[in-house]
């Protein structure tokens, strides 16, 4: 880090990302973008949510309320390859007419038409994931602690998988409006709706506990019915019904940290907060997290002495209007490099 940098000025023009001044080599906490959304079949925008954080994170004063010195530890954000950009933004037309073919009733009459575009989409995540596991394992054998931007929800699967194969048992976090546990969600094997019916087939991941969950269909509340407890559910409107009859969100904050085990990984889909706070994301709900009381959870399980191995922060959209979702999601990935 420059020793001339003044953590009290107003950001650089190019510099890093919250305007700091570090190299890779130099920090501590590397954050990886994945620019890439070929599921969502609601509102699109998260492949630029990565440039989103990158513009709100110019804006947040780096004296962090519970983590003051965090900008000494150094963060820097990597690249997302241009060949692997240039990819989804050719396969992105395609999955759309996938999903204009299952809307119209296409896909069920004449499915043999959409199997080489659903071939097409399956090769191009195989080709980025492969990518993205080599560049987590690249900088973890450097010791770097790394989180990942999104892209929706689709894309932390490598990093499950680089655990996985590194032999580590661990439980997760997941904050998030919906369950996603669907099963090839409208054909797709890798859908930001079945990222964690995916990372369950991980042997090595030991819990699963969602936090604020609000949006879910029969085949995944079965599913969770029959993990017998690996997987726990925080359903955001139980948590306030406790609330309104006398129970406080620490108690409940308590539970979900000792509902996981001693090593932890955190994935953050930002509708899991309240969609005033990202109003932009790729399929908001109704309902959900204040931003304190996420900042609360998350510095009770750094509190409570485990162990996270990783994070990942998805679904934040560029809005056309405003900088709303990227100055939200820059500071809930400040926060995420906190308490790492």
Not at 6 to 15: E, V
Request: charged share 30%; proline share 4%; net charge negative.
């Amino acid at each position: 880090m420059e020793k001339s940098f003044d953590p009290n000025a107003a950001a650089a023009l190019g510099s890093g990302i919250y305007g700091l001044p570090c190299t890779a080599e130099e920090a501590e906490i590397i954050i990886i973008p994945v620019e890439w959304e070929l599921t969502t079949s609601y509102n699109r925008g998260t492949v630029d949510g990565p440039s989103a954080v990158f513009e709100g994170s110019m804006q947040v004063d780096l004296c962090h309320h519970d983590y003051p010195d965090l900008w000494q530890r150094g963060i820097w954000m990597d690249k997302f390859p241009k060949e692997l950009r240039k990819l989804h933004d050719k396969l992105a037309p395609v999955s759309e007419e996938i999903i204009e073919g299952i809307e119209s009733g296409d896909v069920d009459e004449f499915p043999w038409k959409y199997e080489a575009r659903y071939k097409a989409i399956d090769d191009g995540f195989e080709k980025m994931f492969g990518w993205l596991r080599e560049r987590i394992a690249y900088w973890k054998k450097q010791g770097k602690k790394v989180g990942l931007l999104g892209g929706d929800h689709s894309t932390p699967l490598p990093y499950h998988q680089y655990l996985n194969n590194i032999g580590e048992k661990y439980g997760i976090l997941h904050v998030d409006a919906h369950s996603d546990l669907r099963e090839c969600f409208e054909g797709f094997k890798y859908s930001h709706a079945s990222i964690f019916y995916n990372v369950l087939k991980l042997e090595k991941v030991e819990k699963l506990v969602q936090v604020a969950i609000r949006d879910y269909c029969h085949q995944e509340k079965q599913l969770i019915k029959d993990s017998d407890g690996r997987v726990q559910v925080f359903y955001d409107r139980d948590n306030r019904r406790r609330m309104y009859e006398g129970a406080n969100w620490k108690q409940i904050c308590n539970e979900i940290v000792d509902a996981l085990p001693e090593k932890v990984y955190i994935s953050v889909d930002i509708d899991g907060l309240d969609p005033k706070l990202c109003p932009n994301t790729g399929t908001p709900v109704p309902g959900g997290m204040e931003y304190e009381e996420l900042m609360y959870l998350l510095n009770r399980i750094k509190e409570s002495g485990k162990e996270i191995l990783g994070f990942d922060l998805c679904e934040v959209s560029l809005g056309e209007d405003d900088e709303w979702d990227g100055n939200v999601g820059a500071r809930v990935l400040y926060h995420l490099c906190g308490i790492i």
